[in-house]
């Protein structure tokens, strides 16, 4: 059983890392040019929407983090078999859950605050006198929208990976470990 959750979890993280790799790049690389008037060109880039320059920051550093869980879980793989009641053993545990919490969460905000950005982007403001920038940049927009479906891909499978992690807390809280302590 813990050898399936374990390979699952890799499984999971791999391809987390996958969808987070893809949506930073798509991000970064994402560039199209139009010519506004005769001879002035704009470039649309992520540089000009601040929230796509915090969702490649953010799906970098949580690609990142997950493959150093990976390492992480690949060395400990290679260790002696770890004993349930190993203090170390359980603060790993806890700090893994609660990283892994917030690289969920993060992850999720940052992809929410790019989207509603790009909405605007899409749909213009008038209260706001913000114009329909999408009726120009098509392209762009669309692979934008293609890195923010990959980037909440990339969110689903990192909170699945975070209930594995709180299945390895909790079960260390079993009932017949309680009740072994307090007869001791």
Aim: net charge positive; glycine share 4%.
């Amino acid at each position: 059983m813990e050898f399936r959750m374990a390979k699952g979890e890799v499984l999971l993280r791999v391809s987390a890392i996958l969808f987070l790799v893809s949506t930073a790049c798509i991000v970064a690389f994402d560039t199209e040019t139009k010519v506004v008037i005769l001879m002035i060109k704009k470039k649309a880039t992520y540089k000009d929407l601040d929230a796509l320059k915090i969702l490649l920051y953010v799906t970098s550093a949580a690609a990142g983090y997950n493959m150093l869980q990976l390492c992480k879980h690949s060395f400990s793989a290679c260790s002696t078999i770890r004993n349930f009641n190993d203090s170390y053993y359980m603060h790993m545990a806890w700090i893994s859950f609660l990283l892994d919490q917030i690289v969920v969460y993060l992850t999720f905000a940052t992809n929410t605050s790019a989207f509603e950005a790009c909405l605007f982007a899409l749909t213009g403001s008038e209260a706001f006198q913000w114009m329909k920038v999408c009726n120009k940049f098509t392209r762009f927009c669309y692979q934008i929208g293609g890195a923010i479906l990959c980037c909440y891909i990339a969110s689903i499978l990192m909170a699945m990976i975070s209930t594995i992690s709180a299945y390895k807390v909790l079960r260390m809280y079993s009932p017949k470990r309680f009740l072994r302590l307090k007869g001791k």
